[in-house]
């Protein structure tokens, strides 16, 4: 029998090395971040673009998701049949991301097959066939997702969310855009937008497999041919400052729905700030994870919800801060109330007691190990480094920069960018009369927000 | 892509499985018990899910939140409950491993000392809510409550989720705990897996500490199957729903996980539903652009299996054409089979597939897991080559062949999910159905 009178004491964490980008750049300004992984014999692959639906055109929410989402409908060489039993050959798994600040075009393959990965990769975003019977296609089957989003109490509120709390800001739509703005998107749309957004520097593209670093880098080199991207020109607007905010509360109605579906937030920094570390460990405290104060308060004493969490969305831009939760209908006005309370307390009458604070800063260094066990995990972690221009050893530095974060670090940076008198309240789900005295939070009274 | 383990049985009856591998400083814990929702009767539902909540309160010697002692050393944790099996996992720094065996033991060991009738109120609370958010507040989330209820009959342990009906869950009793935990959560019903940065020998004898001395309990007797009549011909049914767009499901009972035709039909979903170049989207969304999207699966379980085709229809058309393009295809399939090349690179997807989920130690699906299931449902840990020797000796021959035994009209279940006030959209003579 163990010991049970005690939980066994957990010794020091064995040094641990985390796999190291080479770099190198090719013609057209093309950055290459290689990363040697042999625990499996995959490889990764991610394309990074500079042209995500921050860059959509006033009046085109969606066009850069749009154009995305064409690029695996076949290319200059390749019918999409012929494209896609080439992917499935070599086993590959394809999937375009579209985030605010960049599109994301990634290819899980098998190590061995990455002479012909690459090739794909590089086929489908760099000559895009764009037929117009596919563009068509495409925009409607995209329309009529947008429809179905509409349903969805989670995507409605995903979306009001964006729209009430940026406004005409590039981050105030969510990149599958909107019903209307996509009707009027076409083939020389998106051909144009393709050539002036996509096919510019600075392309980045991240391989991280079962290969040396090297090897990676002059596979990468080989698979690139030049001429594909023109010139920089002159760089697109930096992102403006969202409008200022008081605290105030929007609605969209679900008649009869079994729960109301929150977000609760304001925009926070970008990624660049220097109070990154310590609004990481106050996000963990927060509701980072599941032992954070509001998951236990709304989840593990109440019962009102399967589970609550927070998050600041680190974007090149001030992404947002944000608590989402599902709860009960009944229980709409109470949630709302204990997690306003919560964000406020944390900023002083109750800040992170130093047993939350050392919870708080395990989660994120001695977990570190888990979050770079797979290809696809570090290569994720490359493109941070890329989007961000974060240094090559960021990661390396990543724990002794969480560990040095003290408690009034994270105090300082909740009283500066926590703020309660600024909160963005959404609410999916039954209408407010319904809900009871909603106004009675200082909210004012809610606001029923336009159905996209 | 082969994992290397070793197996031991405790005198208690559990099984214990490690398997080495030092790439990262960590360690993966998991625990199969082998009981689900199968073994729940009708009127009690959704006990085993609920029982699986309680595991994270507390136990005897460690009467709090199973969270914090772990997540406050950086470790992950978590658990699920299907028809067939209960498991929970930790991942932890390589220190942490024993702190993460004392606690999967005192839970195994003693928990029932520590359960409080507030703890399970409020994991019911929470389990209505994951209800709610994750079937009863989300567009088509009711459809698989009908969609067991008509493919099995109502004695039948699939016939209801594992999730359970809300009255069920209401009315379960700290009472029935005892008893569950008795029958269902000791030694001889469990299997344990550690994997990661672990010594071989260090493993097993932490693990003969931890759960040596725990006594074993009865081995449950599988559940009861009903004897049941042929399937006397297709079924037809009609959900009304918060959706915006119709929605077909085709179902039909297929062979239970790991029986012959299985990875038939595993790679026949493929074949139908996979990509860009797939069958079904072939014809449905990109040449007749009559649907919006189509899928295809095989969900594999451990009594039976379940096929299932869904497709939503595109503004202006209506379930019936889309159910007539499917049974085309179906038969298409079913008289001249796949093309080689098809099977071939389907095969080649399969595969690459397995050796992406085996790159974790830990977590759902991960090496300790699959290392689990296999032992669980085959008794053997290294069941791993004869699993993809399955998919290897397939045919095109063999995917017509299952299509013809097992997707056939007399076992179909359709049913017709549409919004309110467009009944014309579902397939004709579709019966209502009231799912909750």
Same mark, same amino acid.
């Given at each position: ?126 000559? +895009? ?29 995903? /979306? ?11 981050? !105030? ?23 002036? /957004? ?61 729960? &109301? ?58 992404? +947002? ?49 888990? &979050? ?9 972690? !490359?493109? /941070? ?46 209408? +407010?009369?319904?809900? !009871? ?16 | ?43 009690r539902t959704g006990f085993a899910h609920l029982f699986e ?148 020998? =260090? ?35 009609l959900l009304v729903d918060r959706v915006e767009l119709p ?60 096929? =299932? ?9 209506d379930l019936a054409e889309l159910e007539a393009v499917i ?12 093309? =080689? ?6 095969? =080649? ?88």
């Amino acid at each position: 029998m163990p010991d049970r009178t005690r939980l066994p004491a957990v010794g020091a964490d064995p040094t641990f090395s985390l796999p190291a980008f080479e770099r190198t750049t090719l013609s057209d300004g093309v950055q290459v971040l290689a990363a040697g992984h042999q625990r499996a014999p995959v490889l990764t692959l991610f394309l990074l673009l500079p042209a995500g639906a921050a860059a959509d055109p006033p009046h085109q929410a969606g066009l850069a998701a749009l154009t995305a989402d064409l690029f695996d409908e076949g290319s200059a060489a390749l019918s999409d049949v012929e494209l896609h039993r080439a992917l499935m050959r070599i086993g590959g798994r394809l999937g375009t991301e579209v985030w605010s600040d960049a599109a994301v075009v990634g290819l899980t393959t098998l190590s061995r097959h990455a002479r012909e990965g690459l090739r794909l990769l590089f086929e489908i975003a760099a000559r +895009p066939r764009f037929d117009p019977g596919d563009v068509a296609r495409v925009r409607d089957l995209r329309i009529n997702r947008i429809r179905q989003l509409r349903r969805s109490a989670a995507a409605v509120a995903e /979306r009001v969310f964006a729209e009430a709390l940026y406004g005409s800001h590039p981050y !105030g739509h969510l990149a599958i855009g909107t019903e209307t703005a996509l009707r009027a998107l076409g083939p020389a749309e998106v051909a144009d937008f393709h050539r002036r /957004r996509y096919l510019r520097p600075p392309w980045t593209v991240v391989a991280v497999g079962d290969l040396a670093s090297e090897a990676l880098l002059a596979e990468v080199a080989r698979a690139w041919d030049e001429g594909v991207l023109g010139d920089a020109g002159t760089p697109p607007d930096g992102l403006p400052e969202p409008p200022p905010l008081t605290r105030r509360m929007v609605f969209s109605a679900r008649e009869g729905a079994v729960q &109301s579906e929150i977000r609760l937030g304001h925009p926070g920094v970008p990624r660049t700030s220097p109070d990154f570390y310590a609004l990481s460990v106050l996000n963990m405290v927060l509701g980072g994870q599941f032992v954070s104060r509001i998951n236990l308060n709304l989840r593990e004493e109440k019962g009102y919800t399967y589970g609550a969490r927070t998050s600041f969305d680190w974007r090149v831009g001030r992404g +947002p801060f944000c608590l989402q939760v599902g709860v009960q209908t009944a229980a709409t006005l109470d949630a709302l109330r204990e997690a306003v309370r919560e964000i406020a307390e944390v900023r002083g009458p109750r800040p992170p007691s130093p047993r939350e604070l050392e919870t708080a800063r395990a989660a994120l260094t001695r977990g570190f190990p888990r &979050s770079f066990e797979t290809a696809y995990q570090v290569a994720r972690a !490359g493109m /941070r480094i890329a989007l961000h221009g974060l240094p090559d050893d960021h990661y390396a530095r990543f724990v002794p920069r969480i560990m040095a974060v003290g408690a009034d670090d994270v105090l300082r940076a909740a009283q500066r960018h926590l703020r309660p008198d600024e909160l963005l309240a959404v609410v999916v789900g039954s209408r +407010p009369d319904v809900l !009871g005295d909603l106004a009675g939070l200082g909210f004012g009274d809610p606001v029923e927000w336009p159905a996209g | 892509m082969q994992i290397d383990y070793e197996k031991e049985t405790l005198d208690n009856g559990l099984d214990v499985i490690v398997h080495e591998d030092h790439g990262c400083p960590l360690v993966a814990v998991n625990l199969w018990y082998h009981v689900g929702s199968k073994d729940e009767r009708p009127g009690r539902t959704g006990f085993a899910h609920l029982f699986e909540h309680l595991m994270f309160e507390g136990s005897a010697h460690h009467d709090s939140s199973y969270f914090s002692p772990l997540q406050e050393i950086g470790g992950t944790l978590n658990g699920s409950t299907n028809t067939d099996r209960t498991n929970y996992w930790e991942v932890v720094p390589t220190p942490a491993f024993e702190r993460a065996l004392w606690m999967e033991s005192d839970r195994m060991g003693f928990l029932l000392p520590a359960l409080t009738a507030e703890k399970f109120e409020t994991q019911r609370e929470v389990v209505l809510n994951e209800r709610r958010q994750n079937y009863e507040n989300r567009p088509y989330g009711l459809v698989p409550v009908a969609l067991m209820a008509a493919l099995y009959p109502p004695r039948h342990p699939y016939h209801w989720l594992t999730i359970g009906d809300p009255d069920d869950v209401r009315a379960a009793e700290l009472a029935d705990v005892k008893a569950f935990f008795a029958a269902y959560y000791h030694p001889a019903n469990a299997s344990l897996a550690i994997a990661g940065d672990v010594r071989t020998g =260090a493993a097993f004898e932490a693990a003969r500490r931890h759960f040596g001395d725990i006594p074993a309990g009865p081995r449950p007797a599988p559940p009861a199957l009903p004897a049941e009549p042929a399937p006397a011909g297709e079924r037809r049914l009609l959900l009304v729903d918060r959706v915006e767009l119709p929605r077909l499901y085709l179902a039909w009972r297929t062979p239970p996980l790991y029986a012959p035709g299985d990875a038939e039909c595993d790679l026949l979903a493929g074949i139908l539903g996979d990509g860009k170049s797939c069958r079904l989207y072939r014809a449905l969304v990109h040449d007749r652009q009559i649907a919006t999207d189509v899928s295809a699966g095989q969900s594999s379980h451990e009594l039976s299996s379940s096929f =299932a085709v869904v497709a939503t229809a595109a503004p202006g058309h209506d379930l019936a054409e889309l159910e007539a393009v499917i049974a085309e295809e179906l038969e298409t399939l079913r008289t001249a089979g796949p093309t =080689a090349d098809e099977v071939e690179r389907n095969r =080649a997807c399969v595969e690459a597939d397995f050796v992406y989920q085996m790159q974790t130690v830990g977590g759902f699906g991960g090496r300790s897991d699959q290392l689990n299931a296999y032992n669980v449902l085959t008794g053997d840990p290294g069941y791993g080559p004869a699993d993809r020797a399955r998919y290897a000796r397939l045919t095109p021959d063999a995917i017509g062949q299952v299509v013809d035994t097992f997707l056939n009209a007399a076992g179909r279940v359709a049913l017709s999910v549409v919004p309110e006030g467009r009944p014309d959209a579902a397939l004709p003579d579709s019966t209502r159905v009231h799912p909750r």
